[in-house]
């Protein structure tokens, strides 16, 4: 987290782009949203980001601003959370949602894979004992369906339920009637979400200044 | 072992078939019967020329009318020839794994027309408008109906690309390097004009969906792949029509201006978003007349095939993409229909769709056999190879290049593997020939050659290229379709990303096409489908009516395999909830728990069926189905399901073993329904049938239980959910047994129905159906 100067330093944006991947004027363009969003401040708080208009119909907007203030997400061995971020952290979260480049190795997208599946995970498991317990997973259920009123809230436990049951059967198979599945670990997450390709799936698309130059200029 | 061999059954079969041939031939049909009337009436007739009117004539026994029935009869012939010779391959399964079934059926085709050439007659050519109006909507519109949207506009652009500017790449290239040819050629071939040469172009250049789902199908290619061909040759169909209008009209003329091209572009606008907004408003139509069908279930899928037919007819009207406008409307009723007709109705039009395409598509290639046959032909060697070869070239130039640069643009992108298979999956087929076979013969001199050289290119695609892709992509190791159902999981995440994705994309600040995507979602949930949903289901979301289906599949499935010997693999009984939450009392379930307007109709449904009599009636007249109470019964299935389950899992700690019979291995319809192109549907048998039914007589001395059931049900479900803050439960099925007021552990009540079950099940027999009466069980 280094103290970021006011005026753009070609240096640190360097320097940014090295750890993050992207181009320098992705960059510029998300210093100037994030200067908007914090009203020119330095750091970014958790109520700068409520104002956003748009993320008020999401239904999980409360994780997702979570997300940005998790120390998880900014190194590997984070815990607990911040109250506000620097433009530097800002921009890591946001290196989560980038596309693959073209030609990587099969590591290298098995790589960005588990990232990016690490970020859902900490997303999920917001107590972070490594483990998403059917409370936690009945909590984003529930979220999902909080926009559907009383005929969701209703549902969303039993949905929880079959899913964690069907993460169980698949993760560890057959288990007698007292043994007790505590919970979805980080394998037993990327089980189950071998289905969706999670590397190309998850991203979006970062404005640029020439899109096609740009995007081949980033090889990871 | 079987007393008919597989090859004596063939043999019959042929001898079958060559009876009906035989019969089917028009001539000797009439000539037989006049041969017959005169026979029967020989010795009368000189009488009555005699005689006056007066004179009786002998009551005729037996005659014969065949011209009456002619055309219903020949068209019915056909159709029983093309679905025998369909069921003769599946006979021989060595053979129908090697040679796609559109090749054999067009051998078939030239076996019949020869045959029927050979009998003196002039074999039936494939019409164009029978093709266009009657043989080619079920395909597309089975098409359109399951089309898998996400995936489709996922890769909108690409496909796009593919259809307007790969098209128009091939028909100008194949079209300008002809009419180059021809001019070399010299003699016989300088008559041949400019615009002549850019129609036949732009009529083999388009990629035809009939021959693409025909091979496509069996070969099981990734999705991906499959959309891309797929839905290129659905959406070049507006390019093929404009081109082909555009060329046809100016080839009287003889030239075309620059005002011409630039009408045409505009032409090209009208045809496809005219056709796409014809098909869009019956589809819309179609959705909203489903919200009132609740009373009138039988005539549900008429509704379908009805408006999607209309608009069919109402685009060719205006010469619009017919083709679109089916796609569209299909695509765009599915969601509010599923979500408003009964599952009867969906597996009806399901099943209706498969089998009108499966038939059409077999017609088609019988006829493209046949029409080969009768020709006219015109064969000029230099015309037809240089057709075929730079018909190809183009393809292979045309995808390659388009690749280079849609690749720029997509994150997945193309390998050259995939570009290989879309090149080489670019099948031409029957449009292109009743094309050709439309062009008037006044102003196109050569179509009897440009007949030939269609022909021949089809018959190279699809032979050649049909044959030989399947094994190239199993030598190309290219990935194939993954047969995994979709679990609850991913479906949780997938819509997880979806709001992810879209807060990011708000977060930054500009609008991709996450926002859209989920802005439109938004309006679809606000407004259309309050619209166009009928009842409570308008606001069900999607993760919940996801997770309906899945349970609905799961009852079915288990009911299906025998109910109560093996539970079906999706929710195995090897992890139940105990082992997730030892801390709740064991008898939770996984249900979900049910709102009030279903409790009220499960209240409802017991209640009519408790004073209904035994004989429920199972006979229908042809204008009114009487209702029946299962149609939305999924709720009742899953209280047989919690039944089974229980019953099983009693079972296997008691380690008795029943005289059930296993569960018959999964019949190859369920299979096929299962594989295909939407795998949500199931055939459901009447799901009586297959439970160990307890049956009750309450018609009878044993009313007052009835009322007392009828209490406790009414007791029960107005009772508060008796259940811990956490607890997640769910239904608390009233108790089958003779009312015992003080029970309220769903155990013990859940004990008694099984033991006798099981005790029912033990012992089958006279004695079973005795205890049978004295129970009222809940059906």
């Not at chain 2, 089975?142 to 028909?171: C, H, K, S």
């Not at chain 2, 031409?428 to 062009?439: H, Q, T």
Request: charged letters at 20%; a negative charge; proline letters at 5%.
């Amino acid at each position: 987290m280094g103290s970021f100067q006011s005026l753009p330093d070609d240096h640190q944006y360097r320097t940014l782009s090295l750890k993050t991947g992207f181009s320098l004027e992705q960059i510029a363009i998300l210093h100037n949203r994030f200067k908007q969003l914090s009203q020119n401040e330095e750091t970014l708080r958790r109520d700068d980001l409520k104002t956003i208009q748009d993320l008020e119909s999401n239904p999980i907007r409360y994780q997702i601003i979570e997300a940005f203030f998790d120390r998880r997400n900014f190194q590997k061995d984070g815990v607990g959370s911040v109250e506000e971020i620097g433009f530097e952290e800002f921009l890591t979260v946001m290196s989560y949602f980038r596309a693959p480049a073209h030609h990587i190795t099969e590591e290298q997208r098995e790589e960005i894979r588990r990232a990016k599946l690490r970020f859902l995970f900490n997303m999920h498991d917001t107590d972070n004992d490594g483990t998403i317990t059917l409370e936690e997973y009945r909590h984003v259920v529930e979220e999902l369906l909080s926009r559907s009123g009383a005929l969701g809230r209703e549902t969303a436990k039993g949905i929880a339920d079959a899913a964690m049951l069907e993460v169980a059967s698949i993760s560890v198979g057959p288990m007698a009637p007292d043994e007790f599945y505590e919970g979805i670990t980080f394998e037993h997450f990327l089980k189950i979400l071998k289905g969706i390709e999670i590397e190309t799936r998850m991203h979006i698309r970062f404005l640029n200044m020439d899109t096609a130059v740009f995007c081949k200029q980033h090889s990871v | 072992g079987q007393i008919i061999s597989p090859v004596m059954e063939l043999k019959m079969f042929l001898l079958v078939l060559g009876l009906l041939v035989g019969t089917g031939s028009p001539d000797m049909g009439s000539s037989q019967g006049k041969c017959s009337e005169s026979l029967v009436q020989g010795p009368q007739t000189q009488e009555n020329r005699t005689h006056t009117t007066h004179s009786k004539k002998p009551f005729p026994v037996l005659s014969f009318g065949y011209d009456y029935v002619r055309l219903p009869f020949e068209i019915s012939l056909w159709v029983l020839l093309a679905s025998l010779m369909k069921l003769g391959f599946h006979l021989m399964p060595r053979l129908s794994s090697i040679v796609p079934e559109s090749c054999l059926l067009i051998v078939v085709g030239l076996l019949v027309g020869g045959l029927i050439k050979l009998v003196g007659e002039a074999p039936p050519v494939l019409e164009s408008n029978i093709f266009f109006l009657y043989l080619l909507p079920p395909i597309i519109l089975d098409a359109g109906y399951f089309l898998p949207i996400r995936q489709f506009t996922e890769n909108l652009g690409t496909i796009l690309m593919f259809a307007v500017v790969g098209t128009l790449w091939n028909a100008f290239f194949v079209g300008g390097l002809l009419y180059g040819v021809c001019q070399l050629e010299g003699h016989r071939l300088v008559t041949v004009d400019l615009l002549s040469c850019l129609l036949f172009g732009s009529i083999i250049s388009a990629v035809d969906p009939v021959a693409v789902l025909a091979v496509f199908e069996e070969i099981h290619i990734n999705e991906l792949l499959h959309i891309l061909v797929f839905g290129e040759s659905l959406l070049n169909d507006a390019v093929t029509v404009v081109l082909y209008h555009l060329f046809e009209e100016f080839s009287s003329v003889g030239t075309i201006t620059v005002t011409d091209v630039l009408l045409g572009i505009v032409c090209f606008l009208v045809v496809s978003l005219g056709g796409i907004v014809v098909g869009a408003i019956y589809g819309i139509l179609a959705a909203f007349t489903s919200r009132f069908t609740s009373h009138t279930r039988v005539i549900e899928p008429l509704f379908v095939f009805l408006y999607s037919y209309m608009a069919y007819l109402s685009a060719e009207v205006f010469h619009l993409s017919g083709i679109m406008a089916l796609i569209a409307c299909g695509a765009v009723m599915r969601p509010y229909v599923e979500a408003n007709i009964s599952h009867k109705s969906h597996t009806t039009i399901k099943y209706f769709l498969k089998m009108w395409s499966s038939v059409s598509d077999t017609l088609i290639f019988i006829f493209l056999g046949v029409s080969t046959v009768a020709g006219p032909h015109e064969w000029n060697w230099i015309f037809v190879v240089a057709t075929l070869i730079f018909c190809l070239v183009a393809r292979v130039l045309g995808v390659v290049g388009l690749t280079f640069v849609i690749n720029k643009f997509r994150i997945v992108k193309l390998t050259s593997k995939d570009q290989f298979i879309i090149a080489y999956g670019g099948l031409r087929g029957a449009i292109a020939f009743s094309l050709v076979y439309l062009l008037n013969t006044d102003h196109f001199p050569k179509r009897n050659m440009f007949l030939t050289a269609i022909i021949t290119v089809i018959f190279f695609t699809v032979f050649v290229q049909g044959m030989t892709i399947r094994p190239l992509v199993d030598l190309l190791a290219v990935k194939k379709k993954q047969e995994t159902k979709r679990s609850i999981n991913e479906e949780i995440h997938t819509q997880f990303l979806d709001h992810l994705l879209t807060g990011i994309e708000d977060i930054c600040g500009h609008y991709g096409h996450h926002h859209w995507k989920d802005k439109l979602n938004r309006f679809n949930k606000k407004y259309v489908k309050k619209c166009l949903i009928a009842g409570e289901r308008s606001k069900e979301p999607q993760l919940i009516a996801f997770y309906h289906k899945m349970e609905m599949k799961q009852a079915i499935e288990l009911v299906e395999s025998g109910g109560g010997s093996k539970l079906p693999s999706a929710m195995p009984s090897t992890v139940s909830m105990q082992n997730i939450q030892p801390k709740k009392p064991p008898q939770d379930r996984a249900l979900p728990q049910l709102s009030k307007a279903r409790e009220e109709e499960i209240r409802k449904i017991l209640r009519t069926n408790l004073q209904r009599t035994r004989q429920r009636l199972r006979s229908y007249n042809r204008h009114t189905l009487i209702a029946d109470p299962y149609e939305d019964g999924w709720n009742e299935i899953l209280i047989k399901r919690k039944k089974m389950k229980e019953l099983e899992k009693k079972i296997s700690q008691m380690n008795n073993y029943l005289t059930v019979p296993a569960p018959p291995p999964d019949s190859p319809t369920i299979a096929r329904a299962r594989l295909a192109s939407d795998p949500q549907a199931w055939g459901l048998k009447s799901a009586t049938e297959s439970i160990p039914s307890i049956k009750v007589d309450l018609a009878s001395p044993q009313s007052p239980e009835s009322v007392n059931i009828v209490d406790e049900i009414g007791m029960k479900g107005s009772q508060p959910k008796v259940s811990e803050e956490g607890g997640g439960l769910t239904m608390k099925v009233p108790s089958p047994t003779k009312p015992r007021k003080d029970q309220t552990t769903d155990e013990d009540n859940d004990k008694e129905p099984q033991q006798r079950l099981m005790r029912c099940l033990s012992d089958p027999g006279p004695a079973a159906e005795e205890e049978d009466e004295d129970e009222p069980f809940l059906h």
